[in-house]
Nanobody, 128 residues
Framework: QVQLVESGGGLVQAGGSLRLSCAAS????????MGWFRQAPGKGREFVAT????????YYADFVKGRFTISRDNAKSTVYLQMNSLKPEDTAVYYC?????????????????????WGQGTQVTVSS
């Protein structure tokens, strides 16, 4: 079992920045990739970014490239999402996710089906 707790969401004006954190517990954090997803009202959950177990490989959705940065601190069992140049369309609940640790899960997936554990979500609201 992996437990995930997000924090850092809030209300920010367009052009502003926020940093989300996701603290993991329950399994060896450095053994699996992590991902961030988001879900806006009335829409499905969509991929934002993923990072490999070591932090050496990252992958982003096109709509956040150049604005968001995913990182991790394995010593703190925490993954981060630095969000800059925020836009109103970034408004959503943001979720971190982890796969069931095992072979092949050191590299992240961009699909919801690639993850087995989810945090409770943190609301990000960007005003225009």
């Amino acid at each position: 079992q992996v437990q995930l707790v997000e924090s850092g969401g809030g209300l920010v004006q367009a052009g502003g920045s926020l940093r989300l954190s996701c603290a993991a517990s329950g399994r060896t954090f450095s053994s699996y990739a992590m991902g961030w997803f988001r879900q806006a009202p009335g829409k499905g959950r969509e991929f934002v970014a993923t990072i490999s177990w070591s932090g050496g490989s990252t992958y982003y959705a096109d709509f956040v490239k150049g604005r968001f940065t995913i990182s991790r601190d394995n010593a703190k069992s925490t993954v981060y999402l630095q969000m800059n140049s925020l836009k109103p369309e970034d408004t959503a609940v943001y979720y971190c996710a982890a796969p069931e640790p095992g072979p092949g899960t050191g590299v992240g997936s961009s699909t919801v089906q690639g993850y087995d554990y989810w945090g409770q979500g943190t609301q990000v609201t960007v005003s225009s």
